[in-house]
């Protein structure tokens, strides 16, 4: 209703603006400037209302908003057009006496002008009315959003049983250290480098303090960094995602090293605890935390892979201890994540309905994804940013609400991973023919990144499971297994199934000298396997798996 005044407001202006100039050019004596002040009165609104309709086409057409409001433009603009012509035509309508005889002659001047301001006035207070109660949504989102961020994180605790502070007396330590020796250019390296090297042995006896700080941290079951979370934002966060990705790969080496000297039970527990590490480094529920943790678990995976070997039959009791097995069998999730990421996104939606935000402090371009043409900018008062506040705002609110369950909803349920890839594709392709808004096409995350993420690593600890049941059958039989059918029922329950197949289950052969266990990856291809070490595989092959030599 408020919308239907504003928009009959906003005709009544346009015509009494038409009708007042017309009356007063009927009056002028030089032709000239009466014929200037009639077509004016008929111009000016309709120069005055283009820029709105031209605005509401792009969004409808080219943009293809779900919100069309161009419908109402065009009327409105049609309404003046065809309006203001018949007043003109009417108010000069010649009756054989010249100009002081047409009817506009008569009309009062100022009486029609007043009333054009009074129109003029009350569209403008009705705008600023209905700004003002688009920005006094901003407090009820920011509460929303704080309270979707607090029920994510991790329970608030005693200092002495958080995580928090060990870890960032190891950053201190770890980024002191890196930066008075060469000690960063080995950790770059960690992957490949020789981990019996003198430089690598130096390097770790150098930051044993740092060591055992991120073992006693990564021990302990909560870590909660103290944020502002009142103003979320992934800014906050670069500092400590930086440093766990160094720490991982100091407390790789120091996994390495264990297994190479024979230190079999300390090179199970570091890759136990660099698992946790990760764990620790997503507790802050954004998506760029939960990624980190995937990138860090892979790594723990990864390490493991190379320990498996080098255990001997008196290593048997320590695949059954409860940090290993807790490591093998839990996979990262971003369930979490996607929630703080409504959080998030709620806040921004906040920070633009007070007027404070533009998209050009959103730290990304400032467009769409399929059309490079539509930015917001942040000065509150701007007549784009107002135009999007009092009519996109809440269409975009709502769509990006939906978009996000939707999303929540996919990570949580337990579908294969070419199920959810299908339901993502339809999700995006809905996404792409009616936008929702302009910030939400903006903020939404890329859940079809997220999703192969968080697949591929459920994948690797699906490989991990069978070659930690294949190293249990290796130390008790002394023999690898020719498939992993051999492992049930005595080592596993059953085959686990492969995440990028419809029910195949995961793939084993022996192939280079040892038992290759792997998963087709995301292009659900077979392509033998993942490559040797040392070997770069073709661009088409993301098997992913882990390789025990055979003796």
Known sequence: MTLSFLFFNALAACLLWTAGSTAAGVRCHRPWLRRLLIVLGLLAPLLALLPWLAGTGVLAFIARLEVNWFAPALTLFLSALIGGGWIMKAGTQPRGGGWSTVPAASWPVTGLFGLFLLAKLSTAGLLLSLD???????????????????????????????????????????????????SAEALATADTIDPTSPAVISLLDRHRPTLQLLRAAASRDVCRFSRDWTRPSVDMLIPEIGHFRQSARLLRLAARRAAAEGRAAASLRDTALLSRLGRHAAAEPLLISGLVEIAIDSTAVATLGEILPTLTPADLPLLDEPL??????????????????ESWGLRTFASFAEGRLGTESLGMRPEFAAGQFVSLPSSAASPALLFYRIFLLPHDLTGYRNAMRTQQRLVAQELSYTEKKRAYADLEQRLQKNRPGILSSLILPALSAAMRAEATSQARHRVAQAAVAAT????????????????????????????????????????????????????????????????????????????????
């Open 324 to 341: 290993l097995r807790d490591f093998v069998v839990v996979p990262p999730s971003l369930t979490r994540h996607f929630y703080g990421e």
């Open 472 to 551: 249990r059958m290796r130390l008790e039989e002394g023999r690898l297994p020719p498939d992993l059918n051999t492992l049930v029922p005595r080592y596993l329950p059953a085959v686990p199934a492969d995440l990028f197949t419809d029910g195949a289950a995961l793939k084993a052969r022996v192939k280079d000298g040892g038992l290759l266990i792997y998963s087709v990856g995301p292009n659900g291809v077979d392509d033998d396997g993942p490559a040797p070490p040392g070997v770069d595989p073709p661009s088409s092959n993301d098997d992913l798996g882990l390789r025990l030599p055979i003796e």
């Open 132 to 182: 003002a109660a688009a920005a006094s949504r901003a407090g009820l989102l920011k509460i929303e959003a704080a309270d979707l961020m607090q029920t994510n994180l991790p329970p608030a605790v005693p200092d002495t049983v958080n995580a928090a502070g060990l870890y960032r007396a190891a950053f201190a330590v770890l980024q002191d250290a890196t930066a008075a020796d060469q």
